[in-house]
């Protein structure tokens, strides 16, 4: 059974800066997207924010099993019912995987119960990101850090909680901190996030930072039995019955 | 400098049902603040729902260095902006102790990211509360366990996100287990979930359980020196210049 | 490729006590080792303590991805120096699953840094394990709680360092209560611990307790690209040069 | 009830190389404890390695609340017994804050269950220590990053377990990345590293790294009420007849 991503992408700055055309012509979706396409255990579509219900049906979000999320200029114009229906399938078990400027969407904070703020400078300098968690599987195939030659800065204090596992922390030219890659479990669901990926920088033809996005995907995905935990009232007695 | 304590209760059931105002003539909230006045380090008072913005002016909550929670029939009837105004009350440091049915509340909700859900049933049986991190300040005094004669049962699956500390887990005659102390950090404010106090039980009563809620609010209480993190646009060289 | 299996196992109690004998007539490891033999992606051999070496060669402990460890009255037995290498095999990556009164062996302790003691008693008495992390891949199968009729009973305080995810939390009839599906990761290698399992009792033999086994396996298994971390001296510029 | 510290150092590169004697003249506890001496919640004594017993006489480990500890070049001739009842004390309770090349220390690598290797490089470069949990009590007073003009490097990968809280990240001028303030609990005990404290830089006269050191004195003070937890066999009913 392949495990069925959408990736998600709010796919505007494509169509009002050339430059970011130019870099990322059929929208940076599509890189990730084509990159992930190549593996034979991912079905992947996508999905963009312009689209009907920001194309995320209810049978569009019932069948996703991971959902890649990159949006930055119009957060909040995602609408709160889509965000609602989203955060009940995500503690139901879909995988969640949020990418840069995704730390600013409404589904990122409400799973995280913070602001989710962080300083930034968008300068285009060199940051390298170190292997903090080896061996685990979101870093898999990458040894001790990658460099990516020209990207935003993002610096700490990131509000978020106390990460489960924080497999990346970034260094910039400038001196600042970040903590790249973190995960955490909400519900059934898993959640990663991925810090690289300004849109006016390559990063997302990156091989490094693609493997990164394909490992996180993969980890994401929930166990292959659905759990469907009960909630409510139970008799005394009900586990002798049972 | 005393910890500023506000004691929040729904104070509704008192109202309606004469066996639970006969368990609580002042409500529980005064059952819990006066066990909390009597130490020298706090400094308490009372807010309920019935009150104006329910009892919690901008002036109450800027001046909240601790909030306990207690709610059950009502969580609906907060208004909003209350909720969004504790939220970013806790970001800034005020800590939170949510007791019992409070797990349901918004504020609670909206601080785990998860729908905070669980079995229950109200037979009055025996709960046994078990120290699973001994030394923690919030079971300073407890040693190994706690009896309360007859509660409320909650038992898992609790829909949480995984606790950085659970202090208390609990076994019920029935068979049923919950984790009944947890904490979290969101922002720079500290969270405390405490299970026991079901309306038709005395147990805020109970002296082991007042300690626990005195113990809790001094563990989230704020460091002395407020801290005020910064976020946005950093012009490169900003370091070297201050 | 598969996932290469030690299940390790003391083997003495079945020597020396008939009733032992009599519920594991080919020892426990093999009660486990044939269940996982059934999954096309385990490679599984077994191991004993009264082996040479334990049974533990260098070669057995290089080419083991994931070993399961069952030990109780001969803990102290185990070569410090086997256990150093079982240690540095865990960091590097290979995956460990603790059972039962392995909470006491040396390599538990030594990855813990924690006394791992307990409470006990081996009356035969109903255990209930509740799920409290469902969508783990642990519980894959596994949806509410799962009940074994008779077991030992181990009770909190359980000395382990707070778990990085606690997946089942079990009640016995006493009215203990035990974290007993707990993870833990320690360099590169992942650790989970299962609590059921005393020798008097044919818990290998349920289905249930096989499946979670059978699940941790594969969570604690490691990457399929091997990491190799480095450490000591770096010159500055190395970062440029490479 | 003044929190009894003691300031536990090597002591030997103070009297081999003048350069550390010029900086350190009274050794780098005496920097340290100085500090401390000057609040009055605090009980301060200072313990070297070449004393007798390390300086740590059972009557010392006993009663002392919480330890701060540096080592470098001598880690291995500090005696396995002194490491033991250290060891055994931190789980009754004792906090332990563990400084710099401390890292590398026997007490340290036994708590963490892990190699806690990492990078190094002694060029003196500029460290910047950001703040990564805002409101914590071990950053009282440390509203955004310090700066420290001249450090060794510290590199990751730093091999420990996930930290319960990553309070302080550092970059380096060289471009890598350390997290320099973590915490973790082990049986009753809390324990944090931190970083800074290279014996050729005049660290220990920072007032920044000092006031950390004092606020992770207290953070680390055990309860005021100590626990005495308790194992081994229960009888059915003990529960009952307490």
């Known amino acids: 059974m392949p495990i069925r991503v959408t990736v998600w992408h709010e796919f505007r700055h494509e169509k009002r800066n050339p430059k970011v055309a130019e870099i990322y012509p059929k929208g940076m979706h599509e890189a990730i997207a084509s990159h992930l396409r190549k593996a034979n255990d991912l079905e992947v579509r ?3 924010q312009d689209q009907d219900e920001h194309g995320l049906s209810d049978d569009v979000i019932q069948n996703t099993d991971v ?9 909040s114009d995602v609408k709160d019912l889509i965000v609602e229906k989203l955060y009940h399938r995500v503690l139901q078990g879909m995988g969640l995987v949020v990418l840069h400027s995704g730390h600013f969407s409404k589904i990122f904070q409400k ?10 400078r968008d300068d285009g300098e060199r940051e390298i990101l170190w292997v903090t968690r080896p061996g685990h599987p979101i870093v898999n195939g990458i040894d001790d850090h990658l460099v990516i030659a020209r990207e935003e800065m993002y610096g700490e204090f990131f509000d978020i909680p106390e990460p489960e596992c924080t497999f990346l922390i970034s260094t910039f030219s400038g001196g ?4 790249s890659g973190c995960t955490w479990r909400r ?11 300004h849109e006016l920088f390559p990063t997302y033809h990156d091989l490094n930072v693609l493997k ?3 490992n996180a995907v993969r980890w ?3 166990a292959s039995t659905p759990a469907h935990p009960t909630f409510g009232k139970r008799e005394n007695g009900w586990l002798e019955r049972k």
Chains 1, 2, 3, 4 share one sequence.
Not at 176 to 179: G, L, S, T
Request: aromatic share 14%; net charge positive; hydrophobic share 45%.
């Open 67 to 75: 959902m890649t999320w990159w949006g930055h200029m119009a957060h």
């Open 111 to 120: 799973l995280m119960g913070t602001s989710c703020n962080l300083k930034w």
């Open 212 to 214: 990164v996005i394909e």
């Open 220 to 222: 994401a995905a929930p």
């Open 176 to 179: 600042e901190v970040f903590r």
């Open 187 to 197: 519900g059934l669901g898993k959640i990663a996030y991925f810090r690289p990926g």
């Open 46 to 48: 996508t999905a963009t």
